[in-house]
């Protein structure tokens, strides 16, 4: 069998032209920055993993999920919770940045 191989060229381009890669999404923080995150599982998770999880609010919902509110923290942050979601075993709903106020009901 033979074995095909795939290469990726990137060609570097000197003119924008005008375009300002920083003008595409200027809401969103940089993977240093950090921003507040919400994470919805599916079924409920219990208040005494909020120590595991580093002092992140759990909130359980009525439709049966489980909302994870994280202030403040930056992408690297963001990845270690994303994985110890998956080491418990509930499904990923999402993951949705929000705004500083909303992480405490949007007062």
């Not at 079924?43 to 005494?48: E, K, N, T």
């Not at 930056?74 to 919770?81: E, H, I, K, T, V």
């Not at 080491?87 to 929000?98: A, F, H």
Request: charged share 25%; proline share 5%; aromatic share 8%.
């Amino acid at each position: 069998m033979t074995t095909h191989h795939i290469r990726w060229y990137f060609v570097a381009d000197d003119s924008t032209d005008g375009y300002d890669m920083s003008d595409t999404h200027p809401n969103i923080p940089t993977q240093g920055e950090p921003a507040a995150y919400e994470i919805r599982l599916k079924g409920h998770l219990s208040d005494r993993w909020a120590e595991w999880f580093g002092g992140v609010s759990i909130g359980l919902e009525e439709d049966g999920t489980t909302r994870l509110t994280c202030p403040g923290i930056d992408q690297a942050a963001l990845y270690g919770l994303i994985k110890k979601v998956r080491s418990l075993g509930l499904p990923l709903l999402s993951v949705n940045r929000i705004e500083l106020n909303q992480t405490d009901g949007g007062e």
